[in-house]
């Protein structure tokens, strides 16, 4: 999702472009990104071996060492970023580098301390289409705001569904998920149904920075009414793991298509 919504970041900004500088974003984002879960395997080993989902991670069953691991995280991530400095520009690779350390550095260590690790994480995940915005030239203007306020609004409501659905898996590995300390679910799908709501208004922001047309209005629309369907379900019943399950559902479908009718529109407008 990462190296997707980076190298449709790229084609928001440059409508009419080649194919070789989209593939250097799309590689540097994926080096990158690579490091920084290789990374985070390293650090959270201990963790993962508390959790069902996770135990079989190379790192956390003993099938790579601890040491191989950080030194593979750190040369994937410092590819990343060079490929970026090399073959995009040295904003582009700064950003990517910030992402990293975000993810890495404050994010992981955040998450076994306060659920509001939530938020933190939400910073260098909305950085990737940024990414491809400045790669393509298009600064921290207009667009390059927007899409970061979608992926920032975004991951919110995605991650409460996935907190709910593991909740147990992360009681085990000590993370303080808001998953966690709420019993009912009420808290969770609360929040989760308020940042939807958010997620909405941010889904037309492109509307009032660039030229859009009819096509990314429409597909705005129907993605809104899917996500707020699955929401509002969700909060009806906030202790059913398929209800948590629908909504996390939606926001797969909600990214992809939300961006990749972005990019139609700017083609076709």
Same mark, same amino acid.
């Given at each position: ?10 084609f ?6 080649g ?6 974003v ?19 080993r201990?963790?993962?071996r ?7 991670r ?7 060492a601890?040491a ?16 970026l ?5 040295a904003?582009?690779s ?16 955040m ?16 950085l ?27 991951q919110?409501p ?5 907190s ?24 969770? @799908? /609360?929040?989760a #149904?308020?940042? &939807? $709501?958010?997620?909405?208004? *941010?889904?037309?922001?492109? %509307?009032? !920075? ?21 929401a ?11 209800? @948590? /399950?629908?909504? #996390?559902?939606? &926001? $797969?479908?909600?990214?992809? *298509?939300?961006?990749?009718? %972005?990019? !139609? ?5």
């Amino acid at each position: 999702m990462s190296v997707v919504s980076a190298v449709l970041g790229y084609f928001a900004a440059e409508p009419s472009t080649g194919w070789v500088a989209p593939v250097v974003v799309g590689l540097g984002c994926a080096l990158a990104a690579f490091g920084a879960g290789v990374l985070n395997q390293w650090w959270e080993r201990g963790a993962d071996r508390l959790m069902r989902r996770t135990a079989a991670r190379p790192v956390a069953s003993g099938r790579v060492a601890p040491a191989t691991a950080l030194a593979y995280g750190i040369v994937l991530s410092a590819a990343g970023v060079g490929v970026l400095y090399f073959g995009a520009n040295a904003f582009a690779s700064f950003l990517a580098l910030a992402t990293v350390l975000l993810y890495v550095l404050l994010y992981t260590p955040m998450k076994r301390v306060t659920p509001w690790a939530l938020e933190v994480g939400a910073l260098p995940g909305a950085l990737p289409p940024v990414i491809g915005w400045v790669a393509a030239g298009g600064g921290l203007s207009g667009l390059g705001w927007a899409l970061f306020a979608y992926l920032f609004v975004w991951q919110i409501p995605h991650f409460l569904a996935i907190s709910w659905m593991c909740r147990d898996d992360y009681r085990a590995g000590g993370f303080r998920t808001l998953a966690v300390s709420d019993a009912t679910g009420r808290a969770v @799908a /609360r929040k989760a #149904f308020a940042w &939807t $709501l958010l997620l909405v208004v *941010v889904t037309f922001l492109p %509307l009032a !920075v660039v030229e859009t047309g009819w096509l990314f209005l429409a597909v705005a629309v129907l993605l809104s009414a899917h996500i707020l369907s699955a929401a509002l379900a969700y909060l009806r019943r906030p202790a059913s793991v398929p209800a @948590a /399950r629908r909504l #996390f559902g939606a &926001t $797969l479908v909600h990214l992809p *298509v939300y961006l990749s009718f %972005l990019v !139609v529109d700017r083609f076709i407008f």
